[in-house]
């Protein structure tokens, strides 16, 4: 059973940065889709942003465009999730998640139901 281990949250201010970090354990595990999603205080979980096993295609919620930048490296079997510009409406527990897909496959799941396999989520705190 993979387990999947998310780190880098934390308080910051208005306009700060963070790395989300998101590994799988056992580390060898198969290189797969992953997302990151997250859920505010009273708010549904929401996608924040997908990428392909390879890394090739991303995609992104509109609220966090142009200041969010999701990543793997695959060596190290790794995704990352940049957070720049942060507002206090990205106040949140963050989720990384993932799930098995074949190597010729190159598409990108946007459903909370399309994922198998879950961190325990990491908070972002962002103060006014």
């Known amino acids: 059973q993979v387990q999947l281990v998310e780190s880098g949250g934390g308080l910051v201010q208005t306009g700060a940065s963070l790395r989300l970090s998101c590994a799988p354990s056992?580390?060898?595990?198969?290189?797969?889709?992953m997302a990151w999603f997250r859920q505010a205080p009273g708010k549904e979980l929401e996608l924040v942003a997908a990428i392909t096993w390879s890394g090739s295609r991303t995609d992104y919620a509109d609220s966090v465009k142009g200041r969010f930048t999701i990543s793997k490296d695959n060596a190290e079997n790794t995704m990352y999730l940049q957070m720049d510009n942060l507002k206090p409406e990205d106040t949140a527990v963050y989720y990384c998640?993932?799930?098995?897909?074949?190597?010729?496959?190159?598409?990108?799941?946007?459903?909370?139901?399309?994922?198998?396999?879950w961190g325990q989520g990491t908070q972002v705190t962002v103060s006014s």
């Open positions: 998640a993932s799930r098995p897909a074949p190597y010729t496959s190159h598409t990108i799941y946007y459903s909370r139901n399309d994922y198998r396999y």
């Open positions: 056992p580390r060898d595990s198969d290189r797969n889709p």
